[in-house]
């Protein structure tokens, strides 16, 4: 059963304190929250663990502005990751992910001087470089940083598609995060001015998708934000006899062209709260040049046109909630029951005020309100692919197993 709000906000007071203030991110309130009072920076008790995965259970994004105030670093961000799940590095964190794409090498991370965040510090030098520990595999940058300097030709790019983080494998991903350092003061649009970027022709989505789909999945705010669409809520408002038949359907998945794949639902029932939604990976890269999902039975075609109806439906404006991010922030979100795609941004760029640093953790598994984690060998086997791993990371700090 979801957890009644007066409820939330009484244990936040007893759990952080009487100042705790909590603001509604979207009106009305189907989607977000913003919590303000709460230093992140300070290890999370059994009981305060155990709120924080409830209130995003709860508001699918939760977002806990200023965080800078209080010292808050990677560190931190990873310890807070670890109680929604274990931590799960970036495949594009390595060296070699091309090749790994390929099948032709294991995962091989690059020369310290080579990783991003050095790449990073090389842009704007003595002006913006990353905080500690952004060379953690755990940790992956977002950025407009890499390739980016006072004499680089400015350079923009259009949004992404609609996905969940790290989506290709049989197991979703709980929780995602971010910690944001530097977003573009110069950008264009402070939530409302919209764009449409994509096409058919990007390899993104297929080049026989309806104008209406399209032009729902182009609704994207400018240059610093994040979209994000409720599938739980577009699931709870359709039909029940719609409900009722989408309940039953599997949609295989594949990371490859020609990989057997496996099967996932496609509505997904969060096991603590009960609450139902459209799974989001079922969606993913459906585009010309991406592994097509399958409902379960179906030809690819069948599929991608009754999927496109249903994503037109995720996709209103009733389900949509843009998020505008600020220097010390720390946001979580779903990857349940929530889909999001990055914003129209210059890619290159060659001043400082218009560079966007920030740090993503994504987690799967169960929730742990005690650390360290004791995931067993057996599920990490089982639910993470061995080239997502980095076990001499993970196991580190927050999980008392050790491959």
């Not at 009644?4 to 705790?20: D, N, Y």
């Not at 060379?135 to 977002?142: D, G, K, L, R, T």
């Not at 295989?252 to 709260?273: A, C, E, F, H």
Request: hydrophobic share 35%; net charge negative; glycine share 6%.
């Amino acid at each position: 059963m979801t957890t009644p709000e007066i409820t939330l906000q009484q244990r936040l007071h007893q759990h952080f304190g009487a100042a705790v203030v909590t603001t509604p991110l979207t009106s009305p309130k189907r989607m977000g929250q913003r919590i303000e009072g709460i230093d992140l920076s300070q290890a999370l008790n059994v009981d305060q663990a155990q709120l924080m995965v409830d209130l995003l259970d709860h508001f699918q994004i939760i977002c806990f502005p200023e965080q800078h105030e209080v010292g808050f670093g990677l560190q931190d961000l990873e310890r807070l990751a670890n109680h929604f799940g274990a931590p799960i590095p970036h495949p594009k964190n390595y060296a070699n992910y091309a090749d790994f794409k390929k099948h032709k090498a294991p995962l091989m991370l690059p020369p310290k001087d080579q990783q991003t965040a050095a790449q990073c510090d090389r842009a704007f030098p003595g002006q913006l470089a990353c905080i500690d520990d952004a060379n953690s595999p755990a940790v992956y940058i977002v950025t407009n940083l890499v390739g980016s300097g006072p004499d680089a030709k400015e350079e923009t790019i259009g949004g992404l598609h609609w996905h969940t983080d790290i989506e290709f494998e049989p197991t979703p991903l709980s929780t995602s995060m971010f910690y944001v350092q530097a977003v573009p003061t110069t950008r264009e649009s402070t939530g409302g001015t919209w764009v449409a970027q994509q096409t058919r022709e990007t390899g993104f989505y297929h080049p026989e998708s309806a104008p209406m789909l399209m032009e729902r999945r182009n609704v994207l705010p400018l240059n610093g934000e994040t979209a994000y669409a409720d599938t739980a809520a577009a699931y709870a408002d359709l039909p029940q006899a719609d409900r009722e038949q989408l309940d039953g359907f599997m949609v295989r998945r594949k990371l490859r062209m020609g990989d057997p794949g496996w099967l996932i639902p496609l509505v997904y029932t969060n096991p603590r709260t009960g609450i139902q939604s459209l799974h989001s990976p079922v969606w993913a890269s459906r585009g010309k040049n991406i592994a097509p999902v399958e409902i379960d039975g179906w030809s690819v075609e069948a599929t991608r046109q009754f999927l496109d109806n249903l994503e037109t439906h995720v996709l209103k404006p009733d389900y949509r909630y843009d998020h505008i991010h600020h220097p010390g922030d720390v946001t979580l979100w779903s990857n349940f029951s929530t889909l999001h795609n990055a914003p129209p941004a210059k890619r290159l760029i060659n001043r400082p005020e218009d560079a966007r640093l920030m740090y993503r953790i994504s987690c799967k598994g169960e929730p742990s309100f005690e650390l360290p984690r004791r995931d067993t060998d057996q599920w990490l086997d089982s639910n993470i692919l061995p080239p997502y791993r980095s076990p001499e990371h993970i196991f580190k700090k927050y999980n008392s197993r050790s491959p």
